[in-house]
């Protein structure tokens, strides 16, 4: 006979049993490294042992990697590692921010258009829909020309194209959880409104919205990278994967090094917050034991 | 049936009605005034008035939106600052290139995605699923601008076997034209191929557990029909939904593929149109890829319906 009291999964504290899950997940640790890396070497850029990313050397324009440059120099002569590492917080940063402004605008407005229902609910439903009814990427690049190209801009079109995907996941949850038991008493019992949406409501709808968070960090990243490809992203000298793409496309016969690595780095790092996404939705989802 | 589509209709104006607001209101609220460029280096107040006058910037904004919105329902997207042309007229020029890699890459994206997700469905938890998991996820993290990169790279560069750039109209040249159109079909292909081979495998999941699948099993039929006949036809549903919601990445995918290759496509229009800050040009483009995703939704609604026997009596 199963003795259930005993049993590790049952017994353990919540939190644990989730952490469990997650870490018994080899592809989500893998996620997690990857994501950590980056986070690393972005914050470390300015103490890293590396050439300064904008400093030119026309003794050594597009030279293949080396000892001197491990990945290589650019057009004009710039270590494409150093430029590399420092791109990597461009990106970063887009890819938090943009989901960042999503999340802050999209979470409130789902809690609000799920909760009341009516007439809030309609018209913060149908502006939604209409949204999410043009192409994510188009959207971006629209705003992002109306705005003019810059960083910050890129990441408030990627904040705004993502926005309705927050919107409509939070209010799908408000609408299964708030006829919870545990919902109608804290009714009952008179909270206010503001009460019942932060500390009752919102706790409970988290965890999926932070699971779409981390999958839509990957997707704003490569959206960043897409705009500054285009030349609607960072601006150059400033370093970014997306911009350095665009450069080297026109060097693929001398320097097909340029290239290589952006691309690579941009894999890498969307690939990290895709498995780490789908490992905490299984980590996280309370059906699948 | 027939009311059911209706309803269906009726449910897709006010959102229509909304993303002509948005896309009308875009130009509206941001800074830049395109009659700057159009009025040259000078910037001549006359000038500038003239062209005020001539594309009535001059009225109230209210105004402003119900002419654009009426002319637009009569396919009057107004005129590009740029070339002068009609933008409807520009967009019919460069639809059908786009149409022509949109199918391609769908193609694609079948040919791949639908074996695939049946295969690591059917072999749950096998190697061959692992592998097939990875493949999709790699699928969709790498930035397909960049695989459209280093294909040129290998494929044109180094061993110059297509075409890395241009286009041909089939009409012209069919055997030429698939041909450079299909490195910019695989690289769009694969990414939604990674999609649908993550929705197959959930489809074939869902009804590879059901009942009828373990009666057919029972009966003694042979796998192949069990897996193809018996599971996937009832899967085809969800699948052939997100086949045409796939549209909307189709489109934004093509923007970039139509960049890397060169192809004249509606992708390029609008990067191109950006640029130029020919307003009406994007304004254009944004309301018809929105109203097509609308359109494609209401198909795959039909679709739905038409698959589903269940839904037919209702």
Same mark, same amino acid.
């Given at each position: 006979?199963?003795?259930l009291t ?14 469990k899950k ?7 640790l893998?996620?997690?490294i ?8 972005a914050?470390?850029?300015p ?21 001197a440059?491990w990945?290589?120099?650019d057009?004009?002569?710039?270590d494409?590692?150093?430029r ?8 970063? /940063?887009?890819?938090v921010?943009?989901v ?6 999209g979470v409130?407005l ?6 009341f229902g009516?007439w809030t609910?309609?018209?913060?439903s149908?502006c939604?829909?209409?949204l999410l009814?043009a192409?994510f /990427?188009? /959207? ?6 109306f ?5 910050t #801009?890129?990441m408030?079109a ?7 995907i927050?919107?409509?996941?939070t209010r ?8 919870e038991?545990?919902?109608?008493s804290?009714?009952?019992?008179? /909270?206010?409104?503001?009460q ?19 999958l839509?960090?990957a997707?704003?990243?490569i959206?960043?990278?897409?705009l500054?490809?285009?030349g ?8 970014s ?8 496309? #026109?060097f ?12 690579i ?5 969307v ?6 996404g789908?490992?905490l939705?299984d980590?996280?989802?309370?059906r699948?034991? | ?9 009726l449910?897709a ?6 993303i002509s607001?948005? &896309?009308? $209101?875009l130009?509206?609220?941001?800074p830049g005034d ?5 009025a ?11 062209l ?5 910037l !001059? ?10 919105? @009426?002319n637009?329902?009569?396919?009057d997207?107004?005129?590009s600052?740029?070339? !002068?042309q009609?933008?409807t007229?520009?967009m019919a ?10 199918v391609?890459?769908?193609?694609f $994206?079948?040919?791949? @995605?639908?074996?695939a997700g ?16 990875i ?6 993290s ?7 990169i ?5 494929v ?8 890395a750039?241009?286009?041909v109209?089939?009409g012209?040249?069919?055997w ?10 695989? &690289?769009?292909?694969t $990414?939604?191929a990674a999609t649908?081979?993550r929705?197959t495998r959930?489809?074939m999941?869902g &009804? ?21 006949k018996?599971?996937f ?9 997100l086949?045409?919601?796939l549209? @909307? ?5 093509a923007?970039l593929t139509?960049?890397?290759?060169t ?13 130029n800050?020919?307003?009406?040009v994007v ?6 890829? $929105? ?6 939704n209401?198909i ?10 269940r839904?037919?009596?209702?």
């Amino acid at each position: 006979m199963i003795d259930l009291t005993t049993d590790p999964v049952l017994t353990a504290k919540p939190e644990s049993r989730v952490w469990k899950k997650f870490r018994s997940h080899r592809s989500a640790l893998l996620g997690g490294i990857l994501v950590a890396f980056f986070v690393l070497i972005a914050i470390a850029a300015p103490v890293l042992p590396i050439p300064d990313p904008f400093a030119t050397d026309w003794g050594a324009v597009r030279q293949a990697p080396s000892w001197a440059h491990w990945m290589g120099t650019d057009e004009i002569g710039r270590d494409v590692m150093s430029r590399m590492i420092w791109g990597a917080q461009a990106s970063l /940063l887009a890819g938090v921010v943009s989901v960042g402004i999503a999340v802050a605008f999209g979470v409130p407005l789902g809690l609000v258009a799920g909760y009341f229902g009516g007439w809030t609910d309609a018209v913060i439903s149908r502006c939604t829909e209409a949204l999410l009814a043009a192409p994510f /990427l188009i /959207l971006a690049i629209a705003l992002a020309a109306f705005l003019g190209p810059s960083l910050t #801009n890129a990441m408030i079109a990627i904040g705004i194209s993502a926005t309705p995907i927050f919107i409509r996941l939070t209010r799908g949850q408000v609408i299964s959880v708030k006829s919870e038991d545990y919902v109608d008493s804290a009714r009952a019992i008179g /909270l206010p409104t503001r009460q019942i949406l932060s500390r009752y409501i919102l706790p409970n709808v988290l965890p999926p919205i932070l699971v779409q968070a981390t999958l839509t960090i990957a997707t704003a990243i490569i959206a960043e990278a897409s705009l500054s490809f285009l030349g609607l992203g960072q601006q150059p000298p400033e370093p970014s994967w997306g911009s350095m793409l665009n450069t080297a496309k #026109n060097f693929l016969n001398q320097a097909p090094w340029m290239a290589l690595w952006p691309g690579i780095s941009i894999f890498l790092v969307v690939l990290g917050f895709n498995l780490l996404g789908d490992g905490l939705r299984d980590a996280l989802d309370p059906r699948e034991h | 049936m027939l009311a059911f589509f209706l309803r269906r209709v009726l449910i897709a104006l006010p959102t229509i009605i909304l993303i002509s607001v948005f &896309v009308f $209101a875009l130009q509206k609220l941001l800074p830049g005034d395109p009659l700057t460029v159009l009025a040259g280096e000078e910037r001549d107040p006359e000038v500038l008035e003239f062209l005020r006058e001539k594309y009535r910037l !001059n009225d109230p904004i209210i105004v402003q939106y119900f002419t654009w919105a @009426g002319n637009a329902v009569q396919g009057d997207l107004g005129i590009s600052l740029r070339t !002068n042309q009609p933008v409807t007229e520009l967009m019919a020029q460069k639809l059908p290139v786009t149409i022509q890699l949109a199918v391609m890459s769908m193609l694609f $994206a079948l040919l791949i @995605g639908i074996p695939a997700g049946i295969l690591s469905a059917v072999k749950k938890g096998t190697v061959t699923d692992y592998v097939a998991n990875i493949v999709a996820l790699s699928g969709l993290s790498i930035p397909n601008f960049w695989l459209g990169i280093m294909l040129i790279l290998l494929v044109s560069v180094k061993w110059q076997l297509l075409p890395a750039s241009g286009y041909v109209p089939p009409g012209e040249d069919l055997w030429q034209s698939i041909r450079t159109m299909l490195m910019p079909a695989f &690289v769009l292909g694969t $990414a939604l191929a990674a999609t649908l081979m993550r929705h197959t495998r959930s489809a074939m999941l869902g &009804v590879l557990s059901a009942d009828y699948v373990r009666t057919a099993r029972a009966k003694g039929l042979p796998e192949r029909t069990v897996v193809l006949k018996h599971s996937f036809r009832n899967a085809l549903t969800p699948i052939v939904t997100l086949t045409a919601l796939l549209f @909307g990445e189709l489109v934004a995918g093509a923007v970039l593929t139509e960049q890397i290759f060169t192809i004249p496509g509606f992708g390029k229009l609008v990067v191109d149109a950006v640029f130029n800050r020919d307003y009406a040009v994007v304004q254009g483009i944004v309301l018809v890829t $929105a109203v097509g995703f609308i359109v494609m939704n209401l198909i795959a609604d039909m679709l739905y319906f038409v698959l589903n026997p269940r839904l037919r009596g209702a």
